[in-house]
């Protein structure tokens, strides 16, 4: 099987599970007790907090670790929600549903800033929603289109304006380079499953200085601001994974060759391929891609039976399969949205694994193409919303 759905899910790196596995065999201590191993296992704790603020140009005092990516979300809003004055939130139109949900739930109106077709960020239509807000949401890199947003020029802009910044950094951390004093935001939202750490355990940058109120409440845990015994094991695993990170940093260009290589081959040899987001301002890793004729959902369980794994941006909603709100954001029409897939690499992955998953992906699309010109059944189970039977 061929894992070409990074931006879901990496799977983790050999030197990060031998620094997690002590710690799960033999090291059960509470960091928060006053003996050896409880001091040992705080030690770890904040080694790894050192290892995730080197990565991202941070401080260790910095970091907050947490459950995940959607609770560092979760606390980064809800503390700005506490702290700052009235006025609107204003979030991208094509946040993460962990960003979208969390601000709809805001006790204050929330204002959505729309994207170019190519998926990018209108500065323009943002700046005017400025007027009357009091924080700002904007994502690092779009999970499912990849395409980079213009983040620095959002914290310039926010800057100038008093407004403190958030940003959800999950899908970037591992693909691009993220440094938290040069882009000028005031926090960010880590998840370690995304860069070949463990799942379950995630961080939050909070800038020094910055007011902030937890969103878990309990003991004095991560200087009182997550209450909660520390996953010791998780974070010793995103310690290592950001260490890994840091040192692997120039295999960024390794991934867009990769993902190069398998567009290239699917744009020369398949008719009717299309890529969707900015082609320059992406991730290395990513391609998202509409195919003429087909339907997402049908090509996913072809291609999974197939060899080859990977992601639709449809949703089953109200019975209909439809395209996913950020493709609706960049004014994708229906039938290209239903039939758009997208292919994410990792470090773990090799050319020849690019180069087979595009003849797979071929041979997949031109079978469909034909069963639905000849008009049999692909052989494909279906649910009643539309979606293949699992």
Known sequence: MIHLDANASTAMLPEVWDAMAP???????????????AR????????????????????PDEIIFTGGGTESVNTALHSLD?????????????EHSAVLRCAEGLARPVKYAPVHPDGRLDLDRFAALLPGASMISVMAANNETGVIQPLQEVCAMARERGLPVHSDAVQAAGKSEIHVRRIGVDLL??????FHGPKGVGALYARRGIRFFPFLQGGSQENGRRGGTENTPGIVGMGAAAEAMRRRATEHSSLALMRDLFENTLLHELPGVTINGNPVHRLPNTSHLSFDGCEAVDLIQLLDAAGIECSAGSACMAGKIRPSHVQLAMGLDGARGRGSLRFSFSILNTPEEARIAAALVKREVERLRLALMRGTDPGIARSPCGLPVS
């Open 82 to 94: 506490q702290l700052v004055g009235p006025g609107a939130a204003v979030v991208s139109s094509i």
């Open 189 to 194: 939202s880590l998840a370690a499953h995304k």
């Open 40 to 59: 040992a296992a705080r030690d770890v704790i904040e080694k790894a907090r050192s290892q995730v603020a080197a990565w991202i140009g941070a401080e």
């Open 23 to 37: 710690w799960l065999r033999d090291c059960h201590a509470n960091p928060s007790g006053a003996y050896a191993s």
